[in-house]
């Protein structure tokens, strides 16, 4: 009778390299998939929010919401009750009933728990993940486009978009990526400086986040969901006196060098 035979040190050297040779290739593809299921889950989600608002502004005349405060104090910016032009959480609440749809599945923990900022919700997950907290905490990981609401606070009031009903409604964006609840941007507004950075003055920042590959994911006015690029962020109409072909833009004549070295290798607009 034949005696059985073992693998020998070598063969099991052999099959495990082969492992983890094959681990080496597949680790990639399957990092790039799961990136993409989460750039289709956070289109979906947009799309969703594009039905919100839509329901919203038909069921209010055709306006979109107002810019309302929860609090009356000193700094009603400083209370996480109170998110002023930033409730459009609070304010959309009969609209949707699951709170994960305000996350960017690439973006669901918070700046203050370590997470670099593109990839950062703005508060807690755990506090909107509370039923008792969600009506009065906002939080999520879009930001809304702070021109498109039906009350003027502050500036002229010739800037905003009251309504969806309007001419060129596919370049005005509504919702988008975002680390911080909303913004109002301005076409001077320079980008960030590096990648992630955190800054306030330029609003514009707030949504230029590296988070889906150079482009962030946006629902427009006509209720369209696509990707844009960083350096397109400049050529969206984001209020109806914003200058499509400003500073930081090829008509402005901005040159690569112009940009922030991390930004020179996205696509020019």
Not at 59 to 82: K, M, S
Not at 95 to 120: E, N
Not at 234 to 263: I, Y
Request: neutral net charge; contains cysteine.
């Amino acid at each position: 009778m034949a005696k059985s035979r073992g693998f020998t040190l070598i063969e099991l050297l052999v099959v495990i390299a082969i492992m983890v040779l094959l681990m080496a290739i597949l680790m990639p593809a399957l990092r790039q998939a799961r990136k993409q299921a989460k750039d289709t889950i956070c289109r979906s989600n947009l799309h969703y929010w594009g039905l919100v608002f839509s329901v919203y502004t038909d069921d209010n005349d055709g306006y979109f919401q107002d810019r309302v405060w929860f609090d009356d104090g000193p700094e009603p910016w400083n209370n996480p009750l109170c998110f002023g032009g930033h409730s459009w959480p609070t304010t959309l609440l009969p609209y949707y009933k699951d709170i994960k749809l305000r996350f960017c599945p690439m973006a669901t923990k918070s700046y203050s728990q370590g997470v670099p900022a593109r990839f950062a919700a703005w508060v807690q997950l755990d506090n909107v993940l509370n039923p008792d907290d969600a009506e009065y905490i906002p939080a999520g990981s879009y930001g809304l486009n702070d021109w498109v609401v039906r009350t003027d606070l502050g500036h002229s009031g010739q800037e905003y978009w009251k309504t969806p009903n309007v001419k060129g409604a596919s370049d005005i964006p509504v919702l988008l990526d975002a680390w911080w609840p909303a913004g109002f941007p301005m076409h001077i507004d320079d980008p960030p400086a590096y990648d992630g950075e955190v800054r306030w003055g330029s609003e514009m920042v707030r949504f230029c986040v590296n988070r889906h590959d150079l482009t962030v994911n946006c629902v427009f006015a006509d209720w369209s969901v696509r990707k844009v690029g960083l350096k397109e962020l400049w050529k969206l109409k984001w209020h109806r006196q914003f200058d499509t072909n400003g500073p930081w833009t090829m008509a402005g004549w901005c040159r690569v060098s112009d940009w922030p070295e991390w930004m020179r290798r996205c696509k020019d607009y």
